[in-house]
């Protein structure tokens, strides 16, 4: 059976604190960390999604919870999960998608910062790609490139 691929990198700051929960079981404890990410996106407008997420360890994750505050700015490395459950109340189907994380990076906000400032200026600097392509099309037809337009194939592969 082949198996389907989901892979994700999403960036975004933790809504509130950390959330853990300790599972003892025969196979040792575990440690389930749940937060939530805010993403903002841009297209024609901000948007701003939230994501519930999760990250399993076997190691007390004392570091983590203490670098994981409200407003920390994040990037994880996941893959997505579907729970299904019936309603107690009506006895309806739901279900609720969740990204189950497998890595991440904390950015100091010192660093966030800059970063921000850096992309803002490059933002503030860049050319939109229909100006690219129109100043490439005028240096090729200012500049003879007919050497490059040329190939001869080596008469051997030694």
Partial sequence: MAYDFINLVLSGRLV?????????????????????IANNFKRKENE?????????????????LERLKKGTFVVINGYLKQEKWTSKSDQTQRSKITI?????????????????????????????????IHEYDEIVEDDDLSEFNSFEEPNNFN
């Fill in 48 to 64: 701003t999604n939230f994501f519930d997420c999760q990250f399993w360890t076997t190691n007390m994750p004392n570091y983590i």
């Fill in 100 to 132: 189950v994380v497998t890595n991440f990076l904390s950015i100091d906000s010192k660093i966030q910062d800059s970063v921000e400032r850096d992309n803002q200026i490059l933002k503030d600097n860049s050319i939109s790609s229909e100006e690219v």
């Fill in 16 to 36: 509130k604190d950390v959330e853990m929960k300790k599972i003892d079981n025969p196979n040792g404890t575990r440690y389930i960390l749940s937060f939530t």
